[in-house]
Each structure stands twice: as structure tokens, then as C-alpha cells.
T-cell receptor, first 114, second 115 residues
Framework: AQSVTQLDSQVPVFEEAPVELRCNYS??????LFWYVQYPNQGLQLLLK??????LVKGINGFEAEFNKSQTSFHLRKPSVHISDTAEYFC????????????FGTGTLLAVQP | DTEVTQTPKHLVMGMTNKKSLKCEQH?????MYWYKQKAKKPPELMFV???????INESVPSRFSPECPNSSLLNLHLHALQPEDSALYLC??????????????FGSGTQLSVL
């Protein structure tokens, strides 16, 4: 079984500052990794995904994430945040053999302050 | 059309009521999902339909009854719910479930309150 840990429930940051949202996963099999964003009163939107290949993946809205197999991590980064990036961010993992089942972490609220 | 449409957006129901949540997509996706999300919590998978057949039921109580009448529609029938069932119910869809599930498209959800 897989699990995802997002240690930071909330990350406050000032506008135009860099940010890193942490995600660690646990699995006995190979996985796919995802970051989703949820704006208030909305569904979830895919930011980026790691399936295979290059460990640095770039997503929408200037976000990127790096897959680190030895540290079982998939941290999300953005070099300069905007007020509009304020949202809940979920890391998720999917078993490569059972790809219909997505397991979400507990989420990190990114609160961008002016 | 890259949208998953859910209706209603808000629903208040009593414990003896019967209601249904509806979800529709026209992207040709053949996998559709119901997730439940409590406040300040991550979404939790409830059901998965693949090619209109129920493929995953995450031990959901029988007071929740899913239905997939065709490849574009997904319903969730509700009966005799409890107050703890109050949550945001999210529908999602994706390309055929064989191979890599690269991306789920989510609807905006139905906010359900059970009184």
C-alpha cells in the first residue's frame, strides 16, 4: 500500500518570495506522483506529474517538482509566488499497477501575503 | 469541452430523504470516479467506474449507491444519510483506465449538508 505525507499543513509566504512545499511518499512498488491544486470552492486541478524519465518536472503556473527516489520525496517549488497562488496543494501517489487509485496527502495551504 | 459538470452545487437533506448527485463529462473519458472530501481533509476515493462497470468500491456504506447509465453520466444516489456524511462530493473522469492514469479532471463538487 502507498501513503503520502505532507508535513506542513500551512505555509505562509510573502508575495514574490520562493516557496517549497514538501511531500514524502511510502510504497513497496514503483509509483507515479502528482501535485494537484484546489482553489476555494473548486475541484482539484493537476499542476504536474512524474511518470518516468527526467526527475525534474515542470508544470503549470510556474511550478516545478523534483522526484528523489533515494529520499522518497517529490517536493513542489516555485521561485516567485503571487497572491493568486493562495490555495490548498495536494501531493498524490498512484501505484503503477493499479493506476485508477490515487492516494492523496493531507494537503498544504499556501497562504501568500502581500 | 474539458469540463466535468456536477449538479447541484449545494444540497441540504434530512436523514430520511432520498436525493441524487449528478456528474457529466463529454471528453470521451471511460473512467469516472466519486471522491468524498471532508473539510480541511484530502479527497478520499469512494467508487471507480471503468467502461460503465463498477471496478472499485472502497467499502462505502450501502446508503451511497453509484450508477453509471452511460459513458458520459455518473450518479450517486443517497438514502438515509447521517450527519457525518456531510462533505464535498467530487466527481472526476480520466482517459481509459488501461495504461497510465495521467490526469484526473475534477468537477467543482457538490457541497452536501445532512441535517
Amino acid at each position: 500500500a502507498q501513503s503520502v505525507t505532507q508535513l506542513d499543513s500551512q505555509v505562509p509566504v510573502f508575495e514574490e518570495a520562493p516557496v517549497e512545499l514538501r511531500c514524502n511518499y511510502s510504497s513497496s512498488v514503483s509509483v507515479y506522483l502528482f501535485w494537484y491544486v484546489q482553489y476555494p470552492n473548486q475541484g482539484l486541478q493537476l499542476l504536474l506529474k512524474y511518470l518516468s524519465g527526467s526527475t525534474l518536472v515542470k508544470g503549470i503556473n510556474g511550478f516545478e517538482a523534483e522526484f528523489n527516489k533515494s529520499q522518497t520525496s517529490f517536493h513542489l517549488r516555485k521561485p516567485s509566488v503571487h497572491i493568486s497562488d493562495t490555495a490548498e496543494y495536494f501531493c498524490a501517489v498512484s501505484d503503477r499497477g493499479a493506476t485508477n487509485k490515487l492516494i492523496f496527502g493531507t494537503g498544504t495551504l499556501l497562504a501568500v501575503q502581500p | 469541452d474539458t469540463e466535468v459538470t456536477q449538479t447541484p452545487k449545494h444540497l441540504v437533506m434530512g436523514m430520511t430523504n432520498k436525493k441524487s448527485l449528478k456528474c457529466e463529462q463529454h471528453m470521451g473519458h471511460r473512467a469516472m470516479y466519486w471522491y468524498k472530501q471532508k473539510a480541511k481533509k484530502p479527497p478520499e476515493l469512494m467508487f471507480v467506474y471503468s467502461y460503465e462497470k463498477l471496478s472499485i468500491n472502497e467499502s462505502v456504506p450501502s446508503r451511497f449507491s453509484p450508477e453509471c447509465p452511460n459513458s458520459s453520466l455518473l450518479n450517486l444516489h443517497l438514502h438515509a444519510l447521517q450527519p457525518e456524511d456531510s462533505a464535498l462530493y467530487l466527481c472526476a473522469s480520466s482517459h481509459p483506465p488501461t495504461g497510465v492514469n495521467e490526469k484526473l479532471f475534477f468537477g467543482s463538487g457538490t457541497q452536501l449538508s445532512v441535517l
